[in-house]
C-alpha cells in the first residue's frame, strides 16, 4: 500500500491526519518520507515524539498549515472522525498539485468456526453488545459507509481527479495473549465493566484453547484515494 501510493505521489512529504502512536506513519519513514502528524490527542502526540515523530496538536479542520504543503495526505483508521467534505478540503488546501489523499482502514475477517465461538461468548456474557454479535464481521461491505462517505466528501469538494478504492489483503496470526490483549482496543469494550470484561476473554481465551492456542485473521486494507488538481 506504501509503495503504491508513494509511486502515484510526486513526492514524499506526508500529513498523518490522526498520526496516533505512529504506526501508520512508521512504514512511510521507513521509504524515505519526512512524516508531520496531526493528532488532537496530547497523550497520543507525546507516544509519538518519544518515537522521533513530528506531531502538532489540532484537529485537522481546525489545524493551521501556516502556508505549508506536502504531496500526500493520509489517515490511517482516522479518517470517520474528521468531517468528510471539510477534512478533503482542508486536505486540498495543504496538497502540491498532483499530490494525493489516501485515507484507509483494515477490515478484520475471523476463520468461521472462530468467528461462530465468540459470538456464543458474547451473547452469554453481553447479549446487548453488537460486535461479532451474528458471527464474522462484514468484511469489507461493512465498512461501505465510511469508504462511501469519504468519497463523496473528496468529490463535493471539486478540487480532486476522480476517487478510486484500493484493496490490500493480508493476514495476521495471533497467539492467544496476544488475541487476549487486542480485543479491549476494540471499539465500544473499554465502556465493558472490568469484571465482566474479565468474564469475555476468559471465554475467548477458552476458545482460542480449543483452536490450538493461536488465531489466524485476516484483513483487508481499504483505501479510498485521489489526486489532487492542477493549481488554486
Known amino acids: 500500500m506504501v509503495a503504491r501510493i508513494l509511486a502515484a505521489s510526486p513526492g514524499g512529504d506526508v500529513l498523518d491526519v490522526g498520526i496516533g ?34 506531531v502538532e496538536i ?7 498549515p501556516a502556508g505549508r504543503t506536502v504531496d500526500v495526505v493520509i489517515a490511517g483508521q482516522a479518517w470517520h472522525w474528521v468531517d468528510p467534505l471539510l477534512g478533503a478540503a482542508k486536505a486540498a488546501e495543504v496538497l502540491r498539485p498532483g ?14 468456526d472462530f468467528a461462530e465461538a465468540c459470538s456464543a461468548v ?22 461501505a459507509p465510511l469508504s462511501d462517505k469519504a468519497a463523496e466528501g473528496i468529490r463535493q469538494t471539486g478540487m480532486f481527479g476522480e476517487t478510486e478504492q484500493w484493496e490490500f489483503e ?9 488475541w487476549l490483549d487486542t480485543v479491549p482496543t476494540f ?17 475467548i481465551g477458552k476458545v482460542i484453547d480449543a483452536a490450538g492456542a493461536s488465531v489466524t485473521v485476516g484483513y483487508t ?12
Open 99 to 112: 499530490g494525493r489523499l489516501a485515507v484507509f482502514w483494515n477490515v478484520m475477517s475471523f476463520p468461521p
Open 170 to 178: 493480508w493476514d495476521r496470526s495471533y497467539t492467544r495473549d496476544e
Open 187 to 203: 471499539g465500544g469494550h473499554s465502556q465493558v465493566p472490568p469484571a465482566t470484561l474479565d468474564e469475555l476473554l476468559t471465554g
Open 221 to 232: 486494507t481499504v483505501v479510498v484515494t485521489a489526486t489532487r488538481l492542477g493549481p488554486g
Open 58 to 64: 489540532a484537529t485537522f479542520e481546525a489545524w493551521d
Open 122 to 143: 458474547y451473547r452469554r456474557v453481553l447479549p446487548e453488545f453488537p460486535f461479532l454479535a451474528n458471527g464474522s464481521p462484514g468484511g469489507t461491505a461493512s465498512y
Open 21 to 54: 502512536t505512529g504506526i501508520s506513519a512508521r512504514p512511510f519513514e521507513q521509504a524515505g518520507c519526512h512524516v508531520l502528524g496531526i493528532d488532537p490527542d496530547v497523550r497520543m502526540a507525546e507516544y509519538a515524539r518519544r518515537n522521533g515523530l513530528e
